[in-house]
């Protein structure tokens, strides 16, 4: 056996013979296994000895030769490339540790912009800059914006800009950078912030202007409804006085007033129409002011019997007609105060305007509406005042009339979503008819099966068009917003599809009312509309819009994708952030970051986004409107440059 062992390794020296150390190595190891197989009966011989020298030779033979292979010659190169290259690479890591430090400043310095929520907090935090460019003491720097210094870096330094006329300068729009003596680095930290800090000084400059105009309309608004609570006390109050005791005149306390009953009448007559006057100013300007807020509450058509008598009694004074019938559900949910107030004034002004004839009304409680009709025999209204009457004064004022009641009524109608119809004929009479849209939430529900979406349009054809495009999910549909809402909470859809105008409530109503759902706050929402609007805080696909696109932007809400956003300068980590979402699963759609809109960022609810240094900075309103969009969304990834941490070689993106 110790001689087929020598001779396989001669043989493999042989096959070897390029490789020396290898060669010779086993060369030595098969002459120890040949001097191996003279083992006498002693086993320690000169052949034991000779066989271990042998094989001790052949391991050294290996270590010496494996060193140089590995260890030696590559230390040479290295030696060699660095006698070569030394020079760059040494330049090298100094750009890239000027670099870092670049860099790291440059943020410090743009977080202290972006947490200033003021022009004064801004000016105070530009304090820390000396800090954060580690100024020396002879380097200098003054900041101006539309002239005016705004900051320098020592207390002794002058406010005239002319002072500063020989010093190196930088600028954009309005913002001047004055410097003496400035590192190199801190002179490119400052050219680089220049552009945030211009942008970060006009946005909180036109903040603060806006915020001074939206306070001084707040301190108009507060003194417009102080003075409304002025009128209401100081002229109120002495009415009531002079009102009680007319009361008390008419009951006989002073005395035989007959002969004083013409003037007495008229006083009285004069006394209730200020009250009123005073009544309906206060109820425009807290209509106009949004001091209004409008409360759901259940009313019986009963508790609208005393008002209604009240004007049934006057009619009857001037020989008029009088009706009015209540038709339909009760009770019914609607604001109590807003829709007496809404009645009265119908009711008021046909009384008034009525001199022979009728005055008849209703009040009908529909499933999907309230009406309210009022008709009246009166002088009408030439056809063209008929857009006007609803504008405060506009009517024809009289001892009897304020020109206000119209006007309070088309404001109510607004809070509470409705309409208002007026039809009338000169010397014939008027038709008001008010419509109010009705959306009940059911006290209760019955839960079941879950669906992936629920599609709410009044126009059948439209339901049928997104049921054939989203024929792959479960759907159910709705056909106006009562149904919708019931539909919604019982099958908790993972998207609702809707349109502006439903016939029994707004598109925007209705999803703000569902979003208050705890149930629903998984679901997402999108209007399917014609209507070109921009404004809606929901994301929205117009009708008219390649059934493709359609279909695609539905399955994103529906399928989680993700928003792949890069730049011309980032194109090449395309391939890389794909390779990424790929590995995760995750189906994404290429978006080019200059070409994004606000209803981009809705459709999704993860953002991978692919921008350089300078982009990034140079970009805050657009990532503001990401930012503002996070708190819905899953998770948005920033993918800025690359950062080389030198004390452990680790590289991180």
């Known amino acids: 056996m110790e001689i087929l062992y020598a001779c396989i390794l001669f043989i493999s020296s042989y096959l070897s013979r390029h490789v020396k150390p290898l060669s010779l190595g086993l060369f030595f190891a098969g002459l120890s296994d040949l001097t191996f197989t003279s083992y006498g009966e002693n086993l320690f011989t000169n052949q034991f000895v000779i066989g271990h020298a042998f094989l001790v030779s052949s391991a050294v033979i290996f270590v010496l030769g494996a060193m140089i292979e590995k260890v030696f010659i590559p230390f040479r190169e290295i030696e060699n490339l660095v006698y070569k290259y030394g020079g760059e690479i040494e330049e090298l890591y100094k750009k890239i540790t000027k670099n870092e430090i670049l860099f790291k400043k440059i943020d410090k310095i743009r977080q202290l912009l972006i947490e200033s929520n003021s022009i004064n907090e801004l000016l105070k935090r530009l304090k820390e800059l000396p800090k954060i460019l580690d100024l020396s003491s002879e380097e200098d720097f003054v900041i101006f914006n539309k002239n005016k210094l705004i900051y320098k870096t020592k207390e002794e330094l002058p406010e005239d800009i002319n002072f500063y ?17 400035l590192e190199e680095t801190n002179r490119e930290t400052l050219r680089n912030i220049l552009f945030s800090l211009t942008s970060r000084l006009q946005e909180l400059i036109l903040k603060k202007e806006l915020n001074d105009s939206l306070e001084k309309i707040k301190q108009l608004d507060e003194y417009r409804v102080n003075f409304m609570r002025a009128i209401s006390h100081e002229l109120k109050t002495p009415l009531n006085v002079i009102y009680g005791n007319l009361q008390l005149m008419e009951s006989g306390v002073y005395g035989d007033i007959s002969h004083l009953e013409e003037p007495i009448e008229a006083i009285k007559t004069g006394v209730l129409r200020s009250k009123e006057l005073i009544d309906n100013l206060i ?47 009760s009770p019914f949910s609607s604001d109590y105060n807003i829709l007496i107030t809404i009645v009265s004034n119908l009711l008021s002004n046909a009384v008034k305007y009525t001199e022979k004839g009728e005055v008849r009304g209703r009040l009908e409680v529909t499933k999907d509406k309230i009406i309210i009709e009022v008709k009246d025999t009166g002088k009408g209204i030439p056809s063209e005042n008929i857009p006007h009457i609803f504008e405060p004064f506009f009517g024809e004022r009289t001892s009897e009339s304020s020109g206000l009641g119209l006007a309070i009524v088309k404001k109510f109608v607004e809070l509470l979503k409705g309409s208002i119809h007026v039809e009338s004929e000169v010397d014939k009479g008027s038709i008001f ?140 980590y395309i391939s890389l952030a794909k390779r990424i979402l790929e590995k995760l699963n995750k189906e994404y759609l290429l978006r080019e970051f200059y070409n994004l809109t606000i209803n981009d960022l809705y459709f999704y609810d993860t953002f991978l986004i692919l921008l350089n240094e300078e982009e990034f900075l140079s970009s805050e309103v657009i990532l503001g409107n990401i930012n503002k969009l996070a708190g819905k969304k899953n998770i948005i990834f920033y993918v800025i440059r690359r950062i080389i941490n030198h004390e452990n070689n680790d590289s991180r993106r």
């Not at 002011?289 to 508790?303: C, D, M, P």
């Not at 539909?487 to 105008?501: F, M, R, S, Y």
């Open 433 to 572: 008819r008010i419509e109010i849209p009705r959306l009940i939430r059911p006290p209760s529900f019955e839960q079941k099966e879950h669906v992936q979406v629920l599609i709410i349009d009044k126009d059948k054809e439209t339901r049928n068009l997104l049921k054939k495009i989203l024929k792959d999910f479960s759907i159910i549909e709705a056909e106006n917003g009562e149904e919708g809402y019931i539909k919604a909470l019982e099958h908790t859809p993972d998207v609702v599809i809707t349109t502006l105008g439903l016939p029994d409530i707004s598109g925007e109503e209705l999803i703000k009312r569902l979003k208050e759902e705890p149930i629903l706050k998984n679901t997402k929402f999108i209007f399917y509309t014609g209507a070109r609007r921009r404004d809606l805080e929901e994301s929205f696909i117009e009708k008219g819009t390649d059934i493709r696109e359609v279909e695609e932007k539905i399955k994103i809400l529906l399928g989680n994708k993700v928003l792949l956003i890069y730049s011309e300068n980032t194109k090449e």
């Open 283 to 329: 109820d425009l300007s807290r209509a106009e002011t949004g001091r209004i807020s409008v409360k759901s509450e259940l009313i019986y058509f009963e508790n609208l019997y005393q008002i209604i008598d009240n004007y049934r009694n006057l009619a009857k004074e001037k020989g008029l007609e009088f009706s009015f019938d209540f038709i339909g559900d």
């Open 165 to 181: 006329k020989n010093w190196n300068n930088i600028g954009i729009l309005d913002t001047s950078i004055f410097y003496n003596r």
